[in-house]
């Protein structure tokens, strides 16, 4: 299995982004998707998680009531709509995928997650 994340780039402050994440390789069912973020010299950080059994969403602080997260559960497919951008989102953004059961709340957690994507590099300009 593996994930392709798509969709970063360069936008000024204030812009918006918006990335995808698609699954490819044997059929699996993924039981959540996320997104997390790495600075270089940073550990890597939570984003945003969405459980598909009832669409449950969970976010950082840091980004609740700017990114969106949704997607397609059949098609294994999330995406990360990222509005009001500041320079601090600057970040490679990798997405994840769980095969793994847990409560909404452990998916801001890396270990919860059996697959990653590459990431995807976006840069915020002030």
């Known amino acids: 299995v593996q994930l392709q994340a798509s969709g970063g780039g360069l936008v000024q402050a204030g812009g918006s982004l918006r990335l995808s994440c698609a699954a490819s390789?044997?059929?699996?069912?993924?039981?959540?998707m996320g997104w997390f973020r790495q600075t270089p010299g940073k550990e890597r950080e939570f984003v945003a998680a969405?459980?598909?059994?009832?669409?449950?969403?969970l976010y950082a602080d840091s980004v609740k009531g700017r990114f969106t997260i949704s997607g397609d559960n059949a098609k294994n497919t999330v995406y990360l709509q990222m509005n009001s951008l500041k320079p601090e989102d600057t970040a490679v953004y990798y997405c994840?995928?769980?095969?793994?059961?847990?409560?909404?709340?452990?998916?801001?957690?890396?270990?919860?997650?059996?697959?990653w994507g590459q990431g995807t590099l976006v840069t915020v300009s002030s």
């Open positions: 994840a995928a769980s095969t793994l059961v847990y409560t909404i709340a452990y998916y801001s957690h890396s270990g919860g997650y059996d697959y």
């Open positions: 969405i459980e598909w059994s009832d669409g449950s969403t």
């Open positions: 390789g044997r059929t699996f069912s993924s039981y959540a």
